[in-house]
């Protein structure tokens, strides 16, 4: 908590602190361990978590980041919150994001800019940056934002830490201030992947209240975890990896793709196979996702009306009413998103965007599938570059969608990714980190691959 207080003056991950009530939570917990009340240690108990500012928390304020719901506070915890506090967590706080998630560095809140912890002039990428930069700087130890294009693994990456984007419907949406209801998913960060895996194994399982999450067991993803004998030469003998061939091309920076290389050599000399494959659709991704993800959010959206939620304001009719909130209440990219998606979706030029992006979505997932019928996992940076300048691309909309291209096909095909730190790039004091996206098939969180040489 005194480092939280010392460093968050600087960093801006929060858009609301609870210190003093984490403070309390956990002399309450202390004073219950004391006393030898025997169910007052969970799983986590006392760890301090961050949650998105997308997530209702009912003891808290809960904006999207988004000024329309300045003032609200939701009378429930999202499910994954809920999940958190009954495993003992003590959730310290509401990190920033870009507006409803929107975004891809932070600087799309209505509230602040979030700063990169290795570099107080870069963004900590988006939209998930406060949940990123909180957990980078050790303000908490783990955190969890949402995914709906890239924005727990592109953050994860800016920042160096770990970030875990679950299969779509392994964690429950129920609370989560929807975006794009058929890419959302609620995702975890934390400073090592058993970290990761820990919070997943509490936030993940079925959720009567979000009829798309899964029914699938929910294993124990950390005690799954293998620690590799690096004594033993060879661990990951009988592993197949494939390095998304497009993904090292044009438009991505040497340092990045130097550290993918390093790191697909290492894992070589680990004994696993590393091959190049190829996603011939791998291009299309990233417009059929901004077809589709404004459509879906140009109709999610529409329940802030000014009525329901958030802010108040005084109008003489009802449509008066939804113009003013809506034009004072959203941001810039917010309400270019919903332009976006009302235009796609509008009479005479549905077939021509929203159908076509659909014929997309579908060819994605057989190349997503196809590829993973061959390689056990496929690899490839989490984002183009490195954290880059606040401001840099804040008058670019396409550049900074650009930027997207690493993330968003994972999305349109439902899978789980992991972003892991694997290298630097020169910048900041110290370097800025470099992510690796490791894609695996449906619900494979947690799986193992056979090693003829091991036993595991
Ligand atoms: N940057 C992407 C967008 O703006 C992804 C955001 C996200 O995953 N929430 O849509």
Redesign the pocket.
């Known amino acids: 908590l005194s480092r939280l207080r010392r460093t968050e003056p600087s960093l801006r991950s929060f858009i609301h602190v609870a210190d003093a009530a984490a403070e309390r939570e956990a002399v309450e917990l202390d004073r219950r361990i004391a006393s030898g009340e025997k169910d007052a240690v969970g799983p986590l108990s006392g760890v301090l978590v961050g949650v998105k500012d997308n997530l209702c928390t009912a003891n808290m304020p809960s904006t999207g980041g988004s000024r329309i719901l300045d003032g609200y506070r939701p009378a429930y915890d999202a499910t994954a919150v809920r999940r958190l506090r009954e495993a003992g967590a003590i959730v310290v706080g509401k990190t920033n994001l ?1 507006e409803f ?4 560095t932070t600087e799309g809140s209505a509230f602040q800019v979030t700063t990169n912890p290795w570099d107080d002039s870069c963004v900590p990428g ?3 940056g406060g949940s990123a930069s909180a957990v980078s700087a050790r303000q908490c130890v783990v955190s969890l934002g ?7 693994r ?1 953050p994860a990456s800016f920042c160096g830490v770990v970030g875990l984007k679950p299969t779509y419907g392994r964690v429950s949406r129920f609370g989560l201030m929807a ?1 794009a209801s058929s890419l ?1 998913v609620v995702g975890c960060f934390g400073s090592s992947v058993f970290d990761t895996a820990t919070i997943l194994s509490v936030v993940a399982g079925h959720d009567k209240r979000d009829s798309t999450s899964s029914s699938q067991v929910v294993p124990d993803y950390a005690s799954e975890l293998v620690s590799l004998d690096l004594l033993e030469s060879k661990p990951l003998t009988g592993v197949r990896i494939g390095i998304i061939q497009e993904t090292l091309g044009e438009g991505v920076a040497n340092g990045v793709i130097s550290s993918i290389k390093g790191a697909a050599s290492h894992l070589e000399q680990l004994g696993s196979v590393v091959e190049e494959v190829s996603l011939p659709s791998f291009s299309l991704g990233l417009p059929a ?2 077809i589709l ?1 404004s459509s879906e959010a140009s109709s999610n959206l529409s329940r802030y009306d000014g009525i329901r939620y958030g802010r108040q304001v005084s109008a003489d009719d009802l449509n008066d009413l939804y113009g003013e909130s809506r034009a004072n209440g959203l941001g810039h990219e917010v309400k270019m998103r919903i332009l976006m998606g009302t235009y796609a979706l509008s009479a005479g030029y549905y077939d021509a965007y929203y159908k076509r992006a659909q014929q997309v979505r579908t060819l994605v997932n057989e190349s997503f599938k196809d590829a993973l019928e061959r390689y056990d996992i496929l690899i490839s940076p989490a984002a183009p570059s490195a954290a880059y300048k606040i401001g840099e691309k804040i008058n670019d909309p396409l550049a ?2 650009a ?2 291209i690493m ?2 096909n994972v ?1 349109l095909a439902g899978l789980p990714a992991l972003v892991v730190p694997c290298g630097f790039v020169e910048g900041g004091p110290a370097g800025l980190p470099v992510g690796l996206q490791m894609i695996g098939s449906q619900f494979s969180e947690a799986q193992r691959v056979e090693n003829p040489l091991n036993n595991f």
């Not at 998630?101 to 891809?104: A, E, F, L």
């Not at 949402?146 to 727990?152: E, H, I, K, Q």
Request: glycine share 22%; net charge negative.
């Open positions: 870009d998630g929107m975004g891809s988006g939209s998930s949402s995914d709906t294009g890239g924005s727990v592109q975006y959302d996702y901004y993800a900074m969608y930027g997207d993330t968003v999305n």
